[in-house]
């Protein structure tokens, strides 16, 4: 029923290019402060002009250098012939009426991603995407069942948040980010990290990894070798299921990565105090949504510093399950509840623009590449 994957396929992959425009000056948008710094140099300039620059980028949301007016003249012509400055586009822009906004974004390369925003959750969060399409295969997933077009690089990540920011007007104001988009971002890590030291940047953003969520399918090595980045985000780990079976079913990656070497990785991953782990499971109706599964989750995480983030599915038109009753639902959310397992219920956002969690849409065919023009947030 579920493609398998192949990981010989993926991990041997060729490594994407990091400018998928094929344009060949440095890209101010890919690059760290100190990059930036070393890159300012190289033409003369001092390298304080870094953090101003990240200002005017991030800040101030400027996508053309010859605007940064607290700059030389003549460093500003340098910036705007020997460097670019690539700016995800906004291709549509969608309004639910919950508040909830959608971005179709187009990158350099014409491949398209979406980047969600969603109000008061408590927190204003943006969900952003790691990859155009994805590997992992997850069987309630169209994105999934896609493939993987390719990684992003870190600026189309980074760029998402800048996008975002200067859309909803937040760019002066707190936020919350997950990485829940389309792909899985510890298989795009060096990308994905170096995104997030370039939104950690105290001249741009200056974003706490206590702000950022990263959600795994659980990549057993990629989580070990997060547990030693001096910036941590929050780690959400998709769950989905409780018996290996079950599991690789719907979660492929769950044939490498076992349940028991999953939970190993989470039990030894270092926690911030008062920091959970967040787990999230999708409840596909008379698929994992039993009693019996419930009271197997709660032994599963038994003695971890956990939460559960039950998310009923948000079905969609391809995809072989269907979103459980209310009813069961509740009755799968007070076993774990009456059991002392922190839950929650994910309320569905955005589901009028196709928004919300797991929900899909693709646009045209089913090419390779009109899955760029998918969302899955990542459950
Ligand atoms: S749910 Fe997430 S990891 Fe799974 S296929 Fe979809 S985007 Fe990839």
Avoid at 86 to 103: A, E, F, N, Y
Avoid at 154 to 165: F, K, T
Avoid at 195 to 201: F, N, S, V, Y
Avoid at 351 to 365: K, N, W, Y
Wanted: glycine letters at 6%.
């Amino acid at each position: 029923m579920y493609e398998p994957l192949s990981y010989n396929h993926w991990t041997h992959m060729a490594e994407p290019t990091q400018d998928p425009a094929g344009s060949t000056r440095p890209d101010l948008a890919e690059l760290e402060p100190g990059e930036l710094e070393t890159a300012l140099a190289a033409h003369g300039a001092p390298r304080f002009h870094a953090g101003q620059i990240y200002r005017w980028v991030y800040r101030v949301g400027v996508t053309d250098a010859t605007l940064m007016t607290d700059l030389s003249k003549g460093l500003r012509a340098t910036l705007a012939s020997a460097f670019q400055l690539s700016t995800p586009r906004i291709v549509q822009d969608d309004l639910s009426s919950d508040g909830t906004r959608k971005l179709l974004l187009e990158l350099a390369d014409r491949s398209r991603v979406e980047a969600v925003y969603i109000p008061d959750t408590p927190a204003q969060t943006f969900c952003i995407s790691t990859q155009v399409g994805c590997a992992m295969a997850c069987g309630f997933c169209l994105t999934g069942k896609m493939g993987l077009v390719r990684h992003l690089t870190a600026g189309e990540i980074a760029g998402q948040v800048r996008v975002l920011a200067h859309a909803t007007g937040l760019a002066d104001k707190s936020f919350n980010i997950v990485l829940m988009g389309m792909g899985e971002p510890l298989h795009n890590y060096d990308n994905t990290m170096k995104a997030l030291r370039m939104l950690h940047a105290a001249s741009g953003f200056a974003m706490s990894p206590r702000r950022v969520t990263l959600s795994t399918v659980g990549i057993v090595p990629a989580m070990d070798r997060l547990a030693r980045e001096p910036l941590m985000p929050n780690l959400a780990v998709s769950l989905h299921a409780t018996t290996d079976e079950q599991r690789t079913a719907l979660v492929p990656p769950n044939r490498k990565y076992p349940l028991a070497d999953v939970l190993a990785a989470c039990r030894r991953f270092p926690l911030k105090q008062r920091s959970r782990i967040t787990f999230e499971y999708v409840l596909l109706d008379q698929v994992n949504d039993t009693p019996e599964d419930a009271r197997r989750l709660v032994r599963l995480l038994s003695g971890m510093k956990a939460k559960v983030n039950l998310i009923p599915l948000n079905a969609a038109p391809g995809i072989a399950f269907d979103r459980p009753s209310d009813e069961r639902v509740d009755a799968f959310a007070r076993i774990l509840a009456e059991r002392d397992v922190s839950v929650s219920v994910r309320k569905s956002r955005g589901r009028d623009i196709r928004a919300a969690c797991g929900q899909l849409i693709v646009e045209g065919s089913t090419t390779r590449r009109s899955a760029a023009q998918a969302l899955a947030v990542h459950l």
